[in-house]
């Protein structure tokens, strides 16, 4: 059973920086695409960040660029979100996924694409 545990979620003043990190088990390794994506409260899940299994490639939604950084250990089975100059509207729960897509080089932004899920972390962004 693969589990995805999100942390370093809190509250911040406006302009300030978090780390989230994710870790996953469950499996002999996880040489898969991995992505962070949100959810504000009354709105859909949106993407934010992706990386390729081999931390190669990295993709992000455009209201995030130049400000988040996705990053990956595969030794350690982790992934993480650096989030600078945060906004008020960055406040949502911040979710972990992985998916099932072994040594694949393609990035997803598509939330279809992944298999498993962490149980998020809250982010809140004060103006």
């Known amino acids: 059973q693969v589990q995805l545990v999100e942390s370093g979620g809190g509250l911040v003043q406006a302009g300030g920086s978090l780390r989230l990190s994710c870790a996953a088990s469950?499996?002999?390794?996880?040489?898969?695409?991995m992505g962070w994506f949100r959810q504000a409260p009354g709105k859909e899940r949106e993407f934010v960040a992706t990386i390729t299994w081999n931390g190669g490639l990295t993709d992000y939604a455009d209201s995030v660029k130049g400000r988040f950084t996705i990053s990956r250990d595969n030794a350690k089975n982790t992934v993480s979100l650096q989030m600078n100059s945060l906004k008020s509207e960055d406040t949502a729960v911040y979710y972990c996924?992985?998916?099932?897509?072994?040594?694949?080089?393609?990035?997803?932004?598509?939330?279809?694409?992944?298999?498993?899920w962490g149980q998020g972390t809250q982010v809140t962004v004060s103006s």
């Open positions: 469950g499996r002999t390794s996880f040489v898969t695409a």
């Open positions: 996924a992985t998916t099932d897509l072994y040594y694949s080089g393609r990035l997803y932004s598509d939330s279809r694409k992944y298999a498993y």
